[in-house]
């Protein structure tokens, strides 16, 4: 599990869900010639080599010269977005935007911004539009898919292989649209289909560990225990710390009573996922009828453990999320209480502590919050969210060289972090913003 960015005032609000992100890069359009048009293209060169930080330096320098260039604003964007700024490459896209209202790239961007959120429904408009814009961009079909296909209705997985056919209509090399076109027709039990599919993927990409993945359990469903372990041995052959493909060619072996071979993958997969109640069941019944009662016990109760503290954690994670719901609708008495009843059942529930530090600003007790976001720093001291607000904390309780020290070392950890920055002026110039509670602006 991941943690979702939601930012309230000037603090940082996490709760948590799951998240990826994708770097999708077409190109600029063409600008004029001259000093800063070279300029630009060094920057461009390394956005497409993926040299984030040189990319965002040199955009910032080209809009130095020129700030009305949306090329660059574009550009600047991507590379924020991609070192983990998601609030500063929001702003320069909505700048390419106002500077030019066809640039369907700062749509798409700001699509994956709102996915990363959780804000489904903005990432479903910014990719509606930018396929009013550029009808043919298959990747935003793709993503456009994606999205779909999380939905809980059988009309979202209708519209979401309708998504991936046409992505695939667009360009019929994409390997990851032919994968994700399997897996919707898999779901709907089109298995000749969805074989088809994952098999232009692999095609494709000879190297799709998780196209493989995909077929070998297909394949066991549809009785073809054979060629799902050969799938599934190609997949943890290109790549040998897949957890979930151990599991899973374990279990094949296991059903076909290949008890050593079952052994061998159910404990390499222990061994990735320590903390995976199923892969220790499954080694405990293997162990079991290999006849090692006594490790296949051992195995079976950690299994039970590990199955109870996940009951625990789960308890734990709807209690901050209920939190975070009340601190949204301004209740940070009862956000309080949920909180502190997750760390009751999670000691070490950083975020939960992290959340607390939000509770206590919202009531104003900066120096209680204070010792939270130090709490939670001393499980994640690199996270430069959990600096920015700590000081914060210490700037709104008067403390402002703790407050300056805080700023410093989250641009340090984040040399683009835009609110870091425009923190540590504030304290330079001796202002003090008077706290925001939840969902002012």
């Given at each position: 599990m991941k943690c979702l960015q939601r930012f309230l005032g000037r603090l940082v609000l996490i709760c948590t869900v799951g998240l990826g992100t994708a770097f999708a890069f077409t190109g600029f359009p063409q600008s004029g010639g001259g000093q800063v048009a070279q300029e630009e293209q060094r920057a461009e060169f390394d956005l497409r080599q993926q040299n984030f930080t040189s990319a965002a330096r040199e955009f910032r320098a080209v809009l130095n010269a020129d700030p009305t260039s949306a090329t660059s604003h574009l550009g600047l964007g991507i590379a924020l977005r991609m070192s983990g700024d998601d609030v500063g490459a929001a702003r320069e896209f909505q700048e390419t935007l106002r500077l030019n209202p066809r640039a369907y790239e700062a749509n798409f961007n700001l699509a994956k911004i709102f996915m990363n959120e959780g804000n489904l429904e903005e990432a479903r408009r910014e990719l509606l539009q930018t396929l009013q814009l550029r009808p043919d961009y298959a990747p935003a079909h793709y993503q456009l898919g994606m999205l779909l296909a999380k939905g809980p209705q059988k009309t979202d997985t209708l519209e979401a292989r309708v998504q991936f056919e046409q992505a695939l209509r667009f360009n019929p090399d994409f390997a990851e649209a032919h994968k994700a076109l399997g897996d919707v027709l898999a779901s709907t039990l089109d298995f000749p289909r969805a074989i088809d599919q994952f098999q232009a993927a692999i095609r494709l990409r000879p190297n799709y560990p998780e196209a493989y993945?995909?077929?070998?359990?297909?394949?066991?469903?549809?009785?073809?225990?054979?060629?799902?372990?050969?799938?599934?041995?190609?997949?943890?052959?290109?790549?040998?710390?897949?957890?979930?493909?151990?599991?899973?060619?374990?279990?094949?072996?296991?059903?076909?009573?290949?008890?050593?071979?079952?052994?061998?993958?159910?404990?390499?997969?222990?061994?990735?996922?320590?903390?995976?109640?199923?892969?220790?069941?499954?080694?405990?019944?293997?162990?079991?009828?290999?006849?090692?009662?006594?490790?296949?016990?051992?195995?079976?109760?950690?299994?039970?453990?590990?199955?109870?503290?996940?009951?625990?954690?789960?308890?734990?994670?709807?209690?901050?999320?209920?939190?975070?719901?009340?601190?949204?609708?301004?209740?940070?008495?009862?956000?309080?209480?949920?909180?502190?009843?997750?760390?009751?059942?999670?000691?070490?529930?950083?975020?939960?502590?992290?959340?607390?530090?939000?509770?206590?600003?919202?009531?104003?007790?900066?120096?209680?919050?204070?010792?939270?976001?130090?709490?939670?720093?001393?499980?994640?001291?690199?996270?430069?969210?959990?600096?920015?607000?700590?000081?914060?904390?210490?700037?709104?309780?008067?403390?402002?060289?703790?407050?300056?020290?805080?700023?410093?070392?989250?641009?340090?950890?984040?040399?683009?972090?835009?609110e870091a920055s425009n923190a540590l002026k504030e304290v330079g110039t001796g202002q003090n913003t008077p706290h925001l509670s939840p969902g002012e602006k």
């Open positions: 993945y995909a077929m070998g359990m297909l394949l066991q469903q549809s009785g073809e225990a054979s060629e799902a372990i050969t799938a599934m041995q190609n997949a943890v052959t290109l790549k040998s710390d897949y957890a979930e493909a151990r599991l899973e060619l374990g279990t094949f072996y296991l059903k076909q009573k290949k008890l050593d071979s079952a052994i061998e993958e159910l404990n390499r997969a222990v061994e990735l996922t320590p903390a995976s109640a199923r892969a220790h069941y499954l080694l405990g019944r293997a162990l079991a009828l290999k006849g090692d009662t006594h490790n296949s016990e051992a195995e079976f109760q950690e299994s039970q453990k590990l199955q109870h503290q996940t009951e625990v954690d789960s308890q734990a994670r709807n209690l901050n999320n209920d939190a975070v719901d009340l601190l949204r609708k301004h209740e940070p008495i009862s956000a309080g209480e949920k909180l502190r009843k997750a760390i009751l059942l999670k000691p070490d529930y950083t975020i939960a502590y992290y959340n607390m530090g939000l509770v206590l600003a919202a009531e104003g007790n900066y120096q209680e919050a204070i010792n939270e976001f130090r709490t939670a720093l001393k499980s994640q001291p690199d996270n430069p969210e959990f600096h920015l607000n700590l000081g914060r904390a210490m700037q709104f309780s008067g403390d402002i060289r703790g407050a300056t020290s805080e700023f410093q070392k989250a641009i340090a950890l984040k040399p683009d972090y835009a």
